[in-house]
């Protein structure tokens, strides 16, 4: 039973480790199969997750945290459209940019703010998104393996990580099912046959890269103002860099980047939890070495595990109307 508590407990803060992992890793989906390569990922989760944590602190209300976490997300991600679409600019350095700026603007603002090093103020409970309690999970909680599993592993979370899971089978609907869906994919395959076809191109496009700011500022706001009280300088600690990763790894699909992303929070989780053991002939294993152990397999993992993964084919190139 031991094992089981403590397996639980490891499922339980892996899914919720895993859940900006999903919202970026979807958000990244959109814009890459649109054909717009998003590297700025970081950057934009950095960017609403102060902008969530300020605002938030300021107005006592998480929902309008929620709100200005998503319009700084999408204002970044329409930066990003006008360099890489209107602008037909290279799309890899404009994602680095928005990176470095969301970085250097989030510490200066923050300090000159609150003049905390970069931090917002501890944020109240009513700032917050707090744990939904799912109905009987109080009174099945000492049920064996079955109340286990319903009162620590899917009662207790915030609403923004229920958001999260719900909106894998929402984009896989969207993507699949819907003439939106169909002429992203196409847009992301042949742009020319969609432009043909008297499509904008450049319509779609703006639109998925909306799509993925409104998903960033999700995956900011849950840092900051659920998984957390509060912002905290480069609090996303290269999630938006595991999210891509994550999304090559699912192959641009969003049921696989539902297991993907929960592997990666699983690894984190067993690394966290890991951390301080003795191991016969090693010894106590550095808390440095556990703490990049997700990171490292995050490179085994896609460097011999994925096989062969192809992206959108016109990917990363900007289009150019044939008159």
């Known amino acids: 039973m031991e094992f089981l508590e403590t397996f639980t407990l490891i499922l339980d803060s892996a899914l919720r480790l895993s859940v ?22 970081e950057g934009k989760m950095l960017g609403a997750a102060f902008a969530a944590g300020a605002v938030a602190y300021i107005t006592s209300s998480a929902w309008l945290g929620l709100l200005a976490a998503i319009a700084v997300s999408v204002g970044l991600a329409l930066v990003h459209g006008y360099a890489s679409i209107a602008q037909r600019g290279n799309q890899i350095v404009s ?23 970069g931090k917002t103020p501890q944020l109240p409970n009513e700032a917050r998104f707090r744990p939904i309690e799912l109905p009987f999970a109080e009174s099945l909680r000492d049920v064996p393996i079955i109340g286990q599993f319903y009162s620590e592993l899917l009662s207790g979370h915030s609403l923004l990580v229920y958001a999260a899971i719900a909106a894998v089978p929402l984009t896989w609907w969207i993507l699949y099912r819907t003439r939106f869906g169909l002429r992203l994919r196409a847009v992301g395959e042949n742009p020319g046959a969609v432009d043909t076809a008297g499509i904008s191109v450049i319509a779609l496009r703006y639109q998925a890269v909306m799509i993925t700011g409104v998903l960033c ?12 009280a509060g912002f905290s300088k480069d609090m996303t600690a290269g999630k938006g860099f595991i999210a891509l990763a994550a999304l090559i790894f699912a192959k641009w699909k969003p049921i696989n980047a539902l297991g993907a992303c929960f592997l990666f929070g699983f690894l984190d989780a067993v690394a966290i939890r890991a951390q301080g053991t003795v191991l016969p002939v090693i010894g106590e ?8 152990l997700p990171y490292i397999l995050t490179v085994v993992l896609l460097a011999g595990f994925i096989g062969k ?12 109307k044939e008159r």
Do not use: H
């Open 217 to 228: 500022g999700i995956a900011g706001s849950y840092l900051s103002i659920a998984q957390s």
């Open 309 to 320: 993964a192809i992206p959108p084919k016109a990917g990363g190139v900007a289009y150019t």
């Open 95 to 117: 994602g680095v940019a928005i990176n470095f700026v969301a970085a250097g603007l989030t510490a200066l603002l923050g300090q000159a703010w609150f003049s905390m090093g």
């Open 285 to 292: 294993v550095p808390v440095q070495f556990m703490q990049a």
């Open 20 to 41: 900006p992992l999903l919202l970026a890793c979807l958000a990244g989906l959109y814009s890459e199969r649109s054909g717009i390569f998003d590297i700025g990922l």
